[in-house]
């Protein structure tokens, strides 16, 4: 069975992931700064998009990427122009060439203010 014909359920798979880590982040909340906004634990704590890179990672090697144009937890930076260095959640390099470059967002509340920087 290929990715594709069990995405729905991966799918599922990393929709509860991410509720259960925010949720688990939240009742984990350290620290003076997370302390002082409720929630903000499970804003700051990252990783919830986690079961979403791991899809993407499983399509790309589905779909003929190698694994090693595939740097999904390490080497993940780039110069940029506004800054010397910035981390992906994903890249994909092949023959020193970027096809892909993935920063994997959520959007829970703030829509207003946020929504900008998760289009």
């Known amino acids: 069975m290929t990715v594709l014909d069990n995405l729905d359920k991966l799918i599922e798979d990393a929709v509860k992931y991410f509720w259960d880590t925010r949720r688990n982040q939240e009742q984990k909340t350290t620290g003076k ?15 919830q998009m986690a079961g979403f890179e791991e899809i ?5 090697l589905e779909k003929g990427i190698s694994e090693d144009c595939i740097f999904h937890s390490k080497a993940l930076e780039l110069p ?4 010397p260095e910035k981390k992906w959640d994903i890249l994909i390099i092949d023959e020193q060439v970027l096809v892909a470059a993935m920063e994997f ?15």
């Open 33 to 47: 700064r997370d302390a002082q906004s409720l929630g903000r634990a499970s804003v700051t704590g990252g990783k």
């Open 56 to 60: 993407t990672v499983r399509i790309a």
């Open 80 to 83: 940029g122009y506004f800054r």
């Open 105 to 119: 967002k959520s959007q829970v509340g703030s829509f207003g203010k946020n929504f900008n920087n998760r289009a």
